[in-house]
């Protein structure tokens, strides 16, 4: 089934209590692209500079990635920089740069808009919702947001969740953007306002799958040494949505499996630096651990 992602790639400069890269591959889309990818051929929109390596863009193509929604602008590519304290739950915005993608305007590829499955990463909920409307009746829609667009986008993000399926924040988000410091009343608030499922991240302590038919907690998967944390929610969103496109459906068992699938492409995501480890995982390799994880969470 057809999977369409909108969003950024980037390049980042990342520094942990391991080592550092600069100019290392990053972006939402990126994470989720790749993770995604062996699962089925995600499509994507997306806008980069005249920087930006050709050889990235063919080395996603290869990986079966629908590159043709691909923007180059006139100007520099979206730039960002984090510093990761020990405990890796503190991170530090050292810069970012917009760069094009201040001027970001989503154009969606005639032979993308019959998408069935669409993510929206993290971006402006307006800019969001105008990539949302050029899809033909998706079967089903996810959006993920910040703290900052709760902040100073409210409307926008509230019009955006009457269009969409699903959203994913973490805890703090949904305290803020509901007021509910009890996370399951906040999670069938954020329902109320229209997304159907609620899926809430809690960083190394798992992530819970709300909606009127499933209710279901997942712990991270134990990963022995993280090395870079950037883009584990974004690669968890691509094995999750990967997931759910292959299987072509929502049923409740889809769903469940899909959050297992989602844990397991974000713990391959933080064992490296930018998309070092995860890029190098097949089919068989997220499969091996999925099977790992279930049997940790199965009595």
């Known amino acids: 089934m057809s999977l369409l992602v909108i969003g950024t790639l980037a390049y980042d400069t990342i520094e942990t209590v391991h080592d550092k890269r600069d100019?290392?591959?990053?972006?939402?889309?990126?994470?989720?692209?790749?993770?995604?990818?062996?699962?089925?051929?995600?499509?994507l929109v997306a806008v980069v500079g005249t920087d930006f390596q050709q050889a990235h863009l063919d080395d996603l193509a290869e990986r079966g990635v629908g590159i043709s929604g691909v923007e180059v602008a006139e100007g520099k590519t979206f730039r960002w920089g984090g510093r990761y304290?020990?405990?890796?739950?503190?991170?530090?915005?050292?810069?970012?740069?917009?760069?094009?993608?201040?001027?970001?305007?989503?154009?969606?590829?005639?032979?993308?808009?019959?998408?069935?499955?669409?993510?929206?990463?993290?971006?402006?909920?307006?800019?969001?919702?105008?990539?949302?409307?050029?899809?033909?009746?998706?079967?089903?829609?996810?959006?993920?947001?910040?703290?900052?667009?709760?902040?100073?986008?409210?409307?926008?993000?509230?019009?955006?969740?009457?269009h969409v399926d699903g959203l994913i924040l973490n805890d703090e988000e949904a305290r803020m953007l509901t007021g509910e410091s009890n996370l399951i009343q906040a999670a069938?608030?954020?329902?109320?306002?229209g997304p159907r499922y609620v899926i809430l991240k809690k960083g190394e302590h798992g992530a819970f799958l709300l909606s009127e038919d499933v209710h279901f907690a997942l712990p991270a998967y134990p990963v022995t040494v993280v090395v870079d944390p950037t883009g584990a929610g974004d690669s968890f969103a691509g094995g999750f949505m990967g997931s759910i496109a292959r299987a072509g459906d929502t049923d409740p068992e889809t769903m469940r499996k899909a959050m297992l699938y989602g844990t397991v492409t974000a713990s391959f995501c933080v064992q490296g630096f930018s998309i070092e480890d995860l890029s190098r995982r097949t089919l068989s390799d997220i499969d091996e651990r999925y099977n790992e994880l279930l049997s940790i969470v199965t009595v």
């Not at 591959?25 to 995604?36: C, D, I, K, N, R």
């Not at 590829?109 to 929206?120: M, R």
């Not at 899809?135 to 409307?155: C, E, K, Y």
């Not at 069938?188 to 306002?193: A, D, K, N």
């Open 188 to 193: 069938q608030q954020v329902m109320g306002m």
């Open 85 to 162: 304290e020990a405990d890796w739950n503190t991170r530090h915005t050292t810069f970012t740069e917009l760069n094009v993608f201040e001027h970001f305007d989503p154009k969606v590829p005639e032979e993308f808009q019959s998408a069935e499955f669409v993510f929206l990463a993290n971006a402006h909920p307006a800019i969001q919702l105008k990539a949302l409307q050029q899809v033909r009746g998706p079967h089903f829609s996810v959006a993920d947001t910040m703290n900052l667009w709760i902040d100073v986008a409210l409307d926008d993000l509230k019009a955006l969740l009457r």
């Open 23 to 43: 100019e290392a591959l990053g972006g939402s889309a990126m994470y989720f692209a790749v993770a995604a990818a062996p699962f089925t051929s995600p499509n």
